[in-house]
């Protein structure tokens, strides 16, 4: 198993992506610490993860939640082999309609928190430890309304890279997972409530080379991957995992010829 013995740190692991990659993390022999700010979800999460995880009902714009994420882990686990700074927040931030105080709560998670969360890890941190950050294809694609959460994206993958040189000294790689549309509880929240994934993937997957939606699991592969020893050579680098949205866009079904 790839991770006996390790301790990971899963941000906004109660669903999705983050608990796709808790729950393969413990199978392959770790102990986890998730995160998440819905006590409901967090405790149905640790059911289902079992006793080799511990979660912490903490929102993570905090700094004093954040101080008892940490101090927790450190009373349970010691130190920490691996971060999945994971958690974040959508929403529509449409020019000439949205506030400051709607475009920096966005910009607060998914950027400014991811921030805080590593620094407030790293002492913790072992060396030949790994950080992965969570991006998204919304850097660069470019969609109407998304200028925040988009701007947060791309502030990611550029963070990633720095965290990745003043990391190298002490021997801890950081690299970033770039998922494309994914079967998650973000397009039933904020402006798409009342939607469901099937109304979500039915509009979508015609753009998608490979007609569907990801499944958290595959996204979930990359972060393994990237956090394990398998990628030793690896740091300050993406793997996208977007059915070749980005890559390949002319291959989705929308685009192609009628036989």
Not at 83 to 88: D, K, L, M, P, T
Request: charged share 20%; proline share 5%; hydrophobic share 45%.
């Amino acid at each position: 198993m790839r991770f006996q013995n390790k301790t990971a740190l899963v941000t906004g692991g109660n669903s999705g992506i983050g608990f796709a990659t808790a729950k393969m993390l413990i199978e392959q022999g770790a102990r986890v610490a998730i995160t998440g700010r819905d006590a409901k979800k967090l405790d149905q999460a640790l059911t289902e993860l079992g006793p080799n995880a511990i979660g912490i009902d903490a929102d993570l714009n905090d700094a004093d939640a954040l101080e008892r994420v940490v101090q927790k882990v450190k009373n349970e686990f010691g130190s920490l082999d691996v971060v999945f700074a994971n958690a974040g927040v959508s929403g529509a931030t449409p020019l000439g309609q949205t506030t400051a105080a709607a475009f920096e709560a966005i910009t607060r998670t998914n950027l400014t928190s991811v921030f805080l969360t590593v620094q407030a890890a790293l002492p913790l941190m072992q060396e030949g430890g790994a950080i992965v950050l969570n991006g998204s294809v919304m850097r660069s694609e470019g969609i109407a309304g998304s200028a925040a959460y988009s701007a947060s994206k791309a502030g990611v993958t550029g963070m990633a890279k720095v965290f990745a040189a003043e990391l190298a000294p002490r021997g801890i790689r950081v690299n970033t997972v770039i998922p494309g549309p994914t079967r998650t509880p973000i397009w039933t929240r904020n402006s798409r409530a009342g939607q469901t994934l099937d109304d979500t993937e039915k509009a979508i997957a015609p753009r998608i080379p490979i007609g569907r939606l990801a499944d958290p699991e595959e996204t979930a592969r990359a972060v393994l991957f990237l956090a394990s020893d398998d990628a030793v050579g690896i740091t300050a680098t993406e793997i996208v995992v977007d059915g070749g949205l980005t890559g390949a866009p002319s291959g989705a079904p929308v685009f192609r010829a009628p036989h």
